[in-house]
């Protein structure tokens, strides 16, 4: 099994974990577990085949299907021996985010050859399923914190594509990418990083138009 599998592998594993302990805060049942868990693990992935036009990963290897099931029964029964869910929740959500954009860029490279497409397409498999958990859960989405989360994505996806463009060697391209989407998410969790925000006038409230 090569890095790139490995990651892809762990990423799905990783963000199952995530929704799974999204089902534990909301106190669901063991269906609600695999439901969470499934549409993060696979969420992001699912949504970068259809827009690749591939048969989507998952239907071919039934592998990560029960890795995401696996990991929900998991957390069933263990998520409440963690004090801090939400807190593991961002960063195991980090390392699957690092390990995705690292993934969904491999692919989208493999598939066009484009470096463009290669970064959208590893910004899309990273942030696509913690949307969708967060969206479900009704938990604050992760693209509205304050912190770096996009462009933590976009790091690694254009780390990997840069790296593998100047021929490296493809595990080599991707131990880099994944340590560098992990930093910069990782010190954004710990530090606060942030992008400077807009500073302009708010738009106003609807019923403010005339």
Not at 27 to 45: E, K, N, P
Not at 46 to 63: A, H, K, S
Not at 160 to 173: C, E, I, N, R
């Amino acid at each position: 099994m090569d890095l790139i599998q490995l990651l892809d592998y762990a990423g799905v594993a990783v963000f199952a974990a995530t929704g799974a302990l999204a089902a534990s805060r909301k106190q669901l049942d063991i269906i609600g577990f695999l439901f969470l868990a499934c549409v993060t693990g696979i969420g992001g992935g699912t949504f970068r085949d259809v827009i690749l036009n591939i048969p989507v990963f998952w239907v071919g290897n039934r592998t990560y299907v029960t890795i995401c099931a696996a990991v929900a029964v998991l957390a069933y029964f263990t998520s409440h021996l963690v004090e801090s869910r939400y807190r593991l929740l961002l960063w195991l959500d980090a390392v699957g985010l690092a390990a995705f954009s690292v993934m969904g860029a491999a692919k989208g490279l493999a598939i066009t050859g484009s470096p463009v497409v290669a970064i959208v397409t590893g910004l899309l498999t990273a942030t696509f399923g913690g949307i969708l958990r967060d969206l479900l859960t009704g938990e604050p989405s992760v693209l509205l914190r304050p912190e770096i989360y996009v462009t933590a994505a976009m790091t690694g996806a254009a780390v990997y594509t840069v790296a593998d463009m100047a021929m490296l060697p493809v595990g080599v391209s991707a131990a880099i990418a994944f340590a560098a989407a992990f930093l910069v998410r990782g010190g954004a969790l710990k530090f606060g990083w942030r992008v400077p925000t807009y500073r302009g006038r708010p738009g106003r409230h609807p019923d403010d138009i005339p």
